[in-house]
Nanobody
């Protein structure tokens, strides 16, 4: 069974940085990060294709977050800078294990596997 394991969450003050990592137990095609606040829908944060050529960023994080991946390690990273209190959420890693055509990186239903989530808390 494929597993995705996130790490790197924690608490930080506004303006600080965190780096999330997600290691998959198998090779993934697209990989992405989503976040969810209790009582709200899960939202797409960022995603990247296997080659790295296609990337997606939510408007709220563009210019502050950077996604990258190391295919040799089946790992995707999310560097989060200039964090704001509104970035507080549980962050989930997602991976797609099968090939695809088209661009659906921001859609939760596009992904096959999900991690357990890691809490990110940004205090003001």
């Amino acid at each position: 069974q494929v597993q995705l394991v996130e790490s790197g969450g924690g608490s930080v003050q506004a303006g600080g940085s965190l780096r999330l990592s997600c290691a998959a137990s198998a090779s993934m095609y697209a990989m992405g990060w989503f976040r969810q606040v209790p009582g709200q829908e899960r939202e797409s944060v960022s995603a990247v294709s296997r080659s790295g050529t296609d990337q997606y960023y939510a408007a709220s994080v563009k210019g502050r977050f950077t996604i990258s991946r190391d295919n040799a390690k089946n790992t995707v990273y999310l560097q989060m800078n200039s964090l704001k209190p509104e970035d507080t959420a549980v962050y989930y890693c997602a991976g797609r294990g099968t090939p695809y055509t088209g661009t659906y990186l921001s859609m939760a239903g596009f992904y096959t596997y999900w991690g357990q989530g890691t809490q990110v808390t940004v205090s003001s």
